[in-house]
């Protein structure tokens, strides 16, 4: 490297150095939401220049010369050699679901500074590391599952716990996905419209690429994207019109039920047909909204409102309770580090790598792509009023069921806000209300309509804006429940097909629709519990997703580890095991916290108890009593599968150790089990 490229590099390491001690010691004074922009970035480019090539020919010893499983078992089906670029696009496509983009939103509630230094740092040496690490193994092993690879290089009893432990959190997932399309589409009958209308354009752009234009993937995604573009600007049509807009008006059971349906059809149809050109008409949406938030933040420059750190750090939020640590830490998880990512790279993706140098670029290159979203959703979270923001997010049960009360209670939180400037606020944005729009989704719609409409148009238009910003985020979110249910489909049928052999087989149809089936009806469960929340459904079952989630990352991180030490790198395996000690950490704090804690806010079981006493008491009116019945045995429910997640990772943790153990200390002999080396015959 010559000076000139040294002198470059240092600027950009200081810039970023200089930008996050600012947003870190800044107070008194809002900040410009540029700085946290600018910082973020070159914190991100310095991480990838440096700290993933370290990891890739360092720690990992990536090489070009040997042939991956694309190319050795390549079938034309399963195992292809992809452009780098298009597993690139593919890669971040699969990973970048609600994460990044509800997480940070929900997050905000502690003020902007906790969330961003968590984004930010989380994603360079956490998440980054998992997600590269990881597709690594899986290149190296014939692209084998996590739940296989934890079989293999670590143990039986393991593998087995991590099986179950990876079908049981994909359910969670999927369920929290849907509540927030729930909630972000609930009596909104221009949204519904928007969104209802990527269906059939799936549809249109599957035959496209099937029959009429045969591979045309661009092409595809322009016209894909050109109607989904018209279906923005139809739905305010749609919405003002008196007789049509009622068959676009549902309630959030209603939505659930659609949501239900929709999942089991993405389960069964043709890969072609539905689930393929949502993901390619996702990708082409999802990166150029990501760059245009960008550029609209640096040209409208608009101020963070929200404080580095609000009152409710003490953990008495209105979203969701508990403290800073660690319920920051599991509330962010796509964006920073997350378990889900673990699956996609070892899914899919490594059956796709044609270069083992490629997965950098594919695996941590759309970490810091992911990363860099949900550094948006904050700045979008915060440059709102905070009376605002709290009025969107906070549910009726805590703020108050009428206009009125919720303003009156977020004011005396020191959050000024007025019913008159959520009414125009709705009137803006074509809505009828935004008053307890739990979820995230419906105020990072508003922030982000709020700065497009400050820097690519004005306040007329924030409507167009305001259901962009939904179009965007559900497709986001319908991308991983389109996936994540078949993907949960594939789990059972490999779980059953040790039982009955049928069930086992991906190519027979009724196995198909009897597991889709139960699949669908285990995250169904979880979406209407949800739904049927007073608290809105988030307080409870967001906790319990990040909870689940980085547990998941656990076990990733727990592989991780124990391939290093295999590999004879044990000098570099605070590389994985660092931030799989912060993990177990975070996430075994929130779960005792979750189960046991005595705040009815905060405990499952407390808040179970609360219900019951107030039972008995004859608190609960006549019509509510089966509800209430309902909430209590949900509590105990959340408690219990809370417990059981905790229990699978602990195991998966106590049999590594020990096997670190016994690696240490020269009673196990150490074996990888790799897949045999066979040099590789394509070009780079």
Request: glycine content about 10%; some cysteine.
């Amino acid at each position: 490297m010559n000076l000139a490229k040294k002198l470059l590099w240092f600027l950009i390491a200081a810039v970023g150095a200089g930008g996050l001690g600012f947003i870190a010691i800044a107070r008194g004074e809002p900040i410009n939401a540029v700085w946290l922009v600018a910082a973020a970035a070159c914190v991100y480019t310095i991480g990838y220049r440096f700290y993933s090539r370290f990891v890739a020919y360092r720690v990992l010893e990536l090489d070009d010369q040997r042939a991956t499983p694309a190319e050795r078992l390549e079938d034309g089906r399963d195992f292809v050699p992809a452009n780098k670029w298009v597993l690139f696009g593919h890669h971040f496509a699969a990973i970048a679901g609600p994460g990044p983009l509800v997480g940070p939103i929900l997050a905000a509630q502690f003020g902007y500074l906790p969330g961003t230094l968590w984004i930010v740092l989380g994603g360079v040496l956490g998440g980054g590391v998992q997600d590269f690490v990881v597709l690594f193994c899986s290149v190296r092993r014939d692209g084998k599952s996590l739940g296989q690879m934890a079989k293999d290089e670590i143990s039986g009893v393991a593998g087995f716990a991590a099986l179950f432990a990876v079908l049981s959190i994909v359910t969670i997932i999927i369920a929290v996905v849907g509540l927030v399309v729930v909630n972000a589409l609930k009596s909104s009958p221009w949204g519904f419209f928007t969104i209802a209308m990527t269906i059939p354009i799936a549809f249109l752009m599957g035959i496209y690429m099937r029959y009429i234009r045969v591979g045309h993937a661009i092409e595809a995604s322009l016209l894909g994207f050109v109607l989904v573009m018209a279906s923005v600007v139809g739905g305010r049509y749609i919405s003002e019109s008196h007789a049509l807009a009622p068959y676009f008006t549902y309630s959030a059971i209603g939505l659930a039920w659609m949501i239900v349906l929709y999942g089991f059809a993405c389960s069964v149809l043709p890969v072609w047909l539905l689930l393929a050109p949502r993901g390619a008409l996702s990708t082409f949406v999802k990166l150029g909204t990501i760059f245009l938030l960008a550029g609209g933040i640096l040209a409208a420059r608009p101020t963070l409102l929200m404080p580095p750190l609000t009152r409710f750090v003490d953990g008495t939020g209105p979203i969701f309770a508990g403290k800073i640590f660690p319920f920051c830490f599991i509330t962010i998880a796509c964006g920073a580090l997350s378990g889900f990512h673990s699956l996609i790279s070892s899914g899919t993706t490594p059956k796709m790598l044609s270069k083992e140098g490629q997965a950098r670029l594919v695996a941590y290159g759309s970490m810091m792509m992911e990363s860099f979203v949900a550094l948006m959703a904050m700045v979008a979270a915060c440059v709102l009023k905070p009376g605002i923001y709290f009025a969107v997010n906070s549910p009726a049960g805590v703020v108050g069921q009428v206009p009125a009360q919720a303003v009156a209670t977020i004011s005396s939180w020191g959050f000024p806000v007025t019913t008159q400037d959520m009414s125009d606020l709705a009137s803006k944005v074509g809505e009828v209300t935004l008053f307890n729009r739990t979820g995230g989704a419906p105020s990072l719609a508003v922030g982000m309509a709020h700065i497009f409409s400050g820097s690519l148009g004005s306040s007329v238009v924030m409507g167009i804006w305001y259901h962009f910003a939904i179009m965007f985020e559900a497709l986001f979110i319908l991308t991983i429940l389109d996936a994540g249910t078949r993907v949960g489909r594939f789990l059972l049928q490999d779980l059953l097909g040790h039982f009955w052999k049928p069930l086992g087989r991906t190519g027979w149809y009724p196995g198909i629709i009897f597991t889709s089936g139960i699949v669908v009806a285990a995250w169904g469960y979880f979406l209407f519990q949800g739904v049927m929340d007073p608290l809105g459904g988030i307080n409870s079952l967001w906790p319990l997703f990040g909870i689940s989630n980085q547990l998941l990352a656990a076990v990733a991180l727990c592989l991780c580890t124990t391939v290093l030490i295999k590999m004879e790198k044990s000098r570099y395996v605070l590389v994985t095991l660092g931030p799989l000690l912060w993990l177990v950490a975070a996430t075994m704090t929130a779960s005792v916290q979750k189960i046991w804690d005595p705040n009815p806010a905060l405990g499952f079981l407390a808040h179970a108890r609360y219900l019951a006493d107030q039972l008995v008491a004859g608190s609960i009116p006549v019509s509510k009593i089966a509800e209430t019945q309902t909430l209590i045995f949900n509590d105990r429910l959340d408690a219990a599968v809370t417990f059981a997640f905790a229990s699978l990772v602990l195991v998966i943790l106590i049999e590594s150790g020990r096997n670190w153990w016994l690696y240490a200390s020269g009673k196990k002999r150490v074996g990888l089990r790799e897949a045999p080396v066979e040099l590789s015959r394509l070009t780079a």
